[in-house]
C-alpha cells in the first residue's frame, strides 16, 4: 500500500510563491514516475507536471511551463512543485499521484496514475 500526503498548499496573492510537497510511504519511491494534478471547482482535473523516477524527464502543462518546477528527493521519499509568479486561475486542489509501472496512457492522463493524495488547496487571490 502506497500512501502520499501533500503539503504546503494556502492562501497567496497574485505574484507570490507556493511550495508543494508530496511525501510518500513505501521503499520503492525511487522507482515510479510521480506527477502532480489540479482540480478548480466545476472542472476537470487537469495535468500540471510530471516527472520520472530518475528525474532525468520532466513534463509540464503548456498554462504552467515557466512558472512551475517540480523536483524529487528520492532519499526523502519526496517530490515538490515549486510554483512562481501565481495567477488566480492557478487556483486549485492540488493532487500528486504516482504513475503505474507498466502504464499505457501519456504522462499527461490521470489513468496513467495509480495512487493519489488527498490533496492540497492552492487559493491565489487578484
Known amino acids: 500500500q502506497v500512501t502520499l500526503v501533500e503539503s504546503g498548499g494556502g492562501l497567496v496573492q497574485a505574484g507570490g510563491s507556493l511550495r508543494l510537497s508530496c511525501a510518500a510511504s513505501g521503499r520503492t519511491f525511487s522507482s515510479y514516475g510521480m506527477g502532480w494534478f489540479r482540480q478548480a471547482p466545476g472542472k476537470e482535473r487537469e495535468f500540471v507536471s510530471a516527472i520520472t523516477w530518475s528525474g532525468s524527464s520532466i513534463y509540464y502543462a503548456v498554462s504552467v511551463k515557466g512558472r512551475f518546477t517540480i523536483s524529487r528527493d528520492n532519499a526523502k521519499n519526496t517530490v515538490y512543485l515549486q510554483m512562481n509568479s501565481l495567477k488566480p486561475e492557478d487556483t486549485a486542489v492540488y493532487y500528486c499521484?504516482?504513475?503505474?509501472?507498466?502504464?499505457?496512457?501519456?504522462?499527461?492522463?490521470?489513468?496513467?496514475?495509480?495512487?493519489w493524495g488527498q490533496g492540497t488547496q492552492v487559493t491565489v487571490s487578484s
Open positions: 499521484a504516482r504513475r503505474r509501472p507498466n502504464g499505457r496512457y501519456e504522462h499527461s492522463s490521470p489513468d496513467e496514475y495509480d495512487y
